[in-house]
């Protein structure tokens, strides 16, 4: 499945609140009158005054919870490289790994040799982990009943099902804790991830930029989105770096600031 991102759920009136932080920094409001005048324009108001002042830990009291799905291992290792956000992922240890799908990046489908030589691959490791994950459940299964070698792996699970479907479903899961070392980053995952506002803002600027994987662009791209939908005065002006000046990717650029520029609306 292509990826998608879904906000699942965010701070109420997230604007409301990062002007209400900000309104007690700069002002003798008091706790029980601090939302009084704070209309649509005054919230807007405020909100631009943090980022002309770079004022940034109100921005910190809104938070955003996404559910993502599509991705591999490889995007989500780099997701959670962003350490000041909260993530629950789905575990390779108690989801049976033939239930996972992969993902072939555009450039391997695109090239039909790259392709083959991938599938070829991706099958081989597939029916490895089937093998493994078959061998060792049943292994422990024979341990557990006494049984001596004569049925196959197969025959013994099918077998063991019926009559202990407890003890069963931990040694598949005991199983699967070993089975999965064989999986591919390629392996699809699903993950919720909670960021404040300004961990956001830091996110979009590393991962919207045209160096960052095209997977986990393509995750932050889905993201902005849908913040900019429930909060576009908090995420105007989102994006990679090279938005407000110059690229700090420096040698390493991609050469295409006025293109991302175009197409985020800057000039």
């Not at 025959?155 to 407890?166: G, L, N, P, T």
């Not at 070392?181 to 956001?200: D, E, G, M």
């Amino acid at each position: 499945m292509p990826v998608k991102v879904t906000l699942l759920n965010y701070t109420p009136n997230p604007e409301q609140t990062v002007a209400m932080a900000a309104k007690l920094c700069y002002s003798p409001s008091g706790i029980e009158d601090i939302r009084d005048g704070l209309t649509e324009e005054k919230t807007a108001a405020f909100i631009d005054m943090l980022s002309d002042l770079g004022h940034a830990s109100p921005i910190e009291h809104a938070s955003f919870t996404f559910g993502i799905e599509g991705i591999s291992r490889a995007c989500s290792h780099q997701l959670v490289r962003h350490r000041i956000a909260s993530y629950s992922q789905q575990s390779q240890r108690y989801v049976d790994g033939t239930k996972f799908d992969f993902v072939t990046p555009p450039a391997i489908a695109a090239n039909e040799k790259a392709l083959a030589a991938y599938e070829k691959v991706i099958s081989a490791q597939s029916e490895a982990y089937r093998e493994i994950r078959d061998a060792l459940a049943a292994g422990y299964i024979r341990e557990f009943t006494g049984e001596e070698a004569g049925r196959t792996d197969s025959e013994v699970m099918a077998d063991f099902s019926v009559k202990d479907k407890k003890r069963y479903s931990a040694f598949v899961k005991k199983a699967n804790e070993d089975a999965r070392f064989i999986l591919p980053n390629a392996s699809t995952t699903k993950i919720v991830c909670t960021f404040n506002a300004r961990s956001l803002h830091n996110f979009f600027a590393h991962r919207c930029c045209n160096r960052a994987q095209w997977e986990i662009r393509e995750v932050a791209e889905q993201m902005l989105l849908l913040c900019l939908e429930v909060a576009p005065h908090l995420f105007k002006n989102c994006g990679p770096s090279c938005l407000f000046g110059p690229c700090p990717e420096g040698a390493m650029s991609c050469g295409k600031a006025a293109e991302v520029r175009r197409k985020y609306g800057r000039k």
